[in-house]
């Protein structure tokens, strides 16, 4: 990360995004490591503790595509204002009111998915200000605000201990309120035209592009399995090891942080090795860890090593998705990054879920496990098939590598 990189865009509204959707993405993860304690009180069964902790993913995937919309009509930065007080209102009911049962609890993951559907909005805000040849690392720097699930991880599970589940969604209204202060004040729309999209545009990127398509199998992938084991470790750590929930949420949180961080350090290495590339050694690597987590023979230390070099790996093929993305939709990037976000939310709601299901009929999570590991080893042959075409034709010229 070079000079070059810092005097090209913005700043204060890349940080700006960052801080965002870290906070974001902090809240949409909040049932997570919360669900051991929510489930204990509220007699929850495995499925319904791994639906409980889906739905958001799901809500945020679908309501990208509505935040994309409107964040090319009104700007990102009002609605990313817009979205952020919608969530504060929505934990502020909770804390007041209280969540007694299953029902409600999904109320509230519905709309803490309008914070996962935050992507929509940091990613372009982001990289509207950013050339060709920076973009992986823009965007990587942004869509470290996945980060925000460490925070959750950590305090949550302590905080539900000390002074009950129900006063964490009052408490997380405190940063929220501060970031929401900092993006009104230093965030900015790029001095750019963005062309007003509606649900057709959509349509025709998808319609006879397969690339689209592609990009969204292989983010659902990456973003899906990293935000969807997130939400499963808590309950996988405490089924399979008898772990605290706050012991669980701190190995989570290790798990997550890996991922996190290497976000952006994917980016840079897909800038400067190529994004396939990045993504093929990704998939593999994921596909050999998950593997052995699914055999189960190294006990509880070596699971979570697991694990934790397995998120790292899966934040650093997002970063790579990501690097390519604006190469090949750099008009639609707006469009794409909200249908690309979309597909990884439901790779996550997917992996949440069926986890859940697979857990509480076998009794048992390796079969998911091994499933998970199949489809990544299948995503890195598909890669060899379309590597070559996507150099060919569409790599930017002499500006970023594919």
């Not at 701190?250 to 997550?256: E, N």
């Not at 790579?320 to 597909?343: H, N």
């Not at 199949?374 to 569409?394: D, N, P």
């Amino acid at each position: 990360m070079n000079r070059s990189f810092w005097q090209s865009g913005h700043t204060p509204t890349l940080l700006s995004a960052f801080l965002y959707f870290d906070l974001s993405f902090m809240v949409w993860y909040l049932l997570g490591p919360l669900q051991v304690q929510i489930a204990q009180a509220l007699a929850l069964d495995t499925q319904q503790r791994a639906l409980m902790v889906a739905v958001p993913i799901l809500c945020g995937a679908v309501l990208r595509l509505f935040l994309g919309l409107l964040a090319d009509r009104i700007g990102a930065r009002a609605t990313g204002l817009l979205a952020q007080v919608m969530v504060i209102i929505a934990l502020l009911v909770a804390w007041s009111l209280g969540v007694h049962s299953f029902g409600q609890v999904l109320l509230l993951g519905v709309m803490l998915g309008v914070a996962g559907a935050s992507f929509a909005v940091a990613l372009p805000l982001a990289s509207r200000w950013y050339p060709p040849e920076h973009q992986g690392t823009a965007l990587g720097i942004a869509g470290a605000g996945n980060s925000g699930t460490v925070l959750a991880a950590l305090f949550a599970p302590a905080l539900a201990a000390a002074f009950g589940y129900q006063n964490v969604f009052g408490l997380a209204c405190i940063p929220l309120a501060v970031v929401l202060a900092i993006f009104f004040l230093y965030a900015k729309d790029a001095p750019v035209e963005v062309p007003r999209k509606g649900l057709a545009d959509y349509g025709r990127v998808l319609v006879g592009n397969r690339d689209s398509w592609w990009f969204m199998f292989f983010y659902a992938i990456t973003f899906g399995g990293f935000v969807g084991f997130a939400s499963v470790l808590p309950g996988y750590f405490h089924d399979e090891f008898g772990f605290a929930p706050k012991i669980a949420g701190w190995a989570t949180a290790a798990c997550v942080l890996a991922g996190s961080a290497m976000r952006p350090l994917g980016g840079v290495i897909a800038d400067r090795i190529g994004g396939t590339r990045s993504l093929q050694m990704v998939y593999v690597a994921v596909s050999v860890l998950v593997a052995a987590t699914a055999l189960g023979t190294g006990g509880a230390a070596t699971t979570v090593a697991l694990f934790v070099v397995a998120l790292l790996c899966l934040g650093a093929g997002n970063g790579a998705v990501f690097q390519l993305v604006p190469q090949r939709f750099g008009s639609d990037i707006g469009l794409m990054t909200g249908l690309i976000g979309m597909a990884g939310g439901v790779g996550g709601f997917v992996l949440a879920a069926g986890m859940g299901v697979i857990k509480q009929q076998s009794g048992s999570y390796s079969i998911g496990l091994w499933l998970f590991a199949a489809v990544a080893l299948s995503a890195s042959l598909c890669l060899v098939g379309v590597k070559q075409r996507w150099r060919m034709h569409w790599a930017a010229t002499g500006t970023a590598r594919v």
